[in-house]
């Protein structure tokens, strides 16, 4: 069955610091990638998207992420963090039924 | 961009009585709407998928007839939680995709008391 990982349930970053989220997932395909970010109150915002081509897919923000098909990766990267990046950050897969796979989420704390 | 617009944003109902949610896509007709309960600190979970004109397809465990969903137009679908109970109480999101794209709703949180 597909699945997703994001194996980091919070992570705290000084402002301005680098960024990295992790996310594998487990598809007998590549499957088409997605990063959503989610804010206190608000609904969930498309940051980025992978469906093919370059692997290296730019996105709002600022955000950045990498598919890696030899590591089943998608990590979303951003060089330096805002304290409005504070925010929970969904990695999602899509299956073949066109149905997003979520992960569990990765909480983004910004230090000042 | 694509909108889609849910209302409420917040709701406190008694134990025992129904709420309705409702999602509507604003700029473009969506035959198809995602609805998602989202527990504290956990992801999103699919409740069913809705479909304009027809029955929704619900996800295993979750009861078609505590949460009815009515599709009966392009722009809108519908999610009445009935005979609500405090652990009923949850943030539901909808969703519906535009050219291979998913937007979500505002959510509503909802809490029985």
């Known amino acids: 069955a597909q699945s997703v990982t994001q194996p980091d349930i919070h992570i705290t970053v000084s402002e301005g610091a680098s960024l990295e989220l992790r996310c594998n997932y487990s598809y007998g395909a590549t499957p088409y990638l997605f990063w959503y970010v989610q804010s206190p109150g608000q609904g969930l915002q498309l940051l980025l998207k992978?469906?093919?081509?370059d692997t290296l897919v730019q996105g709002i923000k600022g955000f950045e992420a990498e598919f890696k098909r030899s590591q089943s990766s998608f990590n979303l990267r951003k060089p330096s963090v805002h304290w409005s990046d504070a925010a929970e950050y969904f990695c999602a897969p899509e299956d073949s039924n066109y149905q997003l796979i979520w992960g569990a989420g990765t909480k983004l704390i910004i230090k000042p | 961009g694509a909108v889609v617009s849910q209302h409420p944003s917040w709701v406190i109902c008694k134990s025992g009585t129904s709420v309705k949610i409702e999602c509507r896509s604003l700029?473009?007709?969506?035959?198809?709407m995602f609805w998602y309960r989202q527990f504290p600190k956990q992801s999103l979970m699919l409740m069913a998928t809705?479909?304009?004109?027809?029955?929704?397809?619900?996800e295993q465990g979750v009861e078609k007839d505590k949460f009815l969903i009515n599709h009966a137009s392009l722009t809108l679908s519908t999610l009445t939680v009935t005979s609500a109970h405090p652990e009923d109480s949850s943030f539901y999101i909808c969703?519906?995709?535009?050219?291979?794209?998913?937007?979500f709703g505002q959510g509503t949180r909802l809490t029985v008391v």
């Open positions: 700029d473009f007709q969506a035959t198809t």
């Open positions: 992978y469906f093919s081509g």
């Open positions: 809705s479909n304009e004109g027809s029955k929704a397809t619900y």
């Open positions: 969703s519906a995709r535009r050219e291979g794209e998913a937007f």
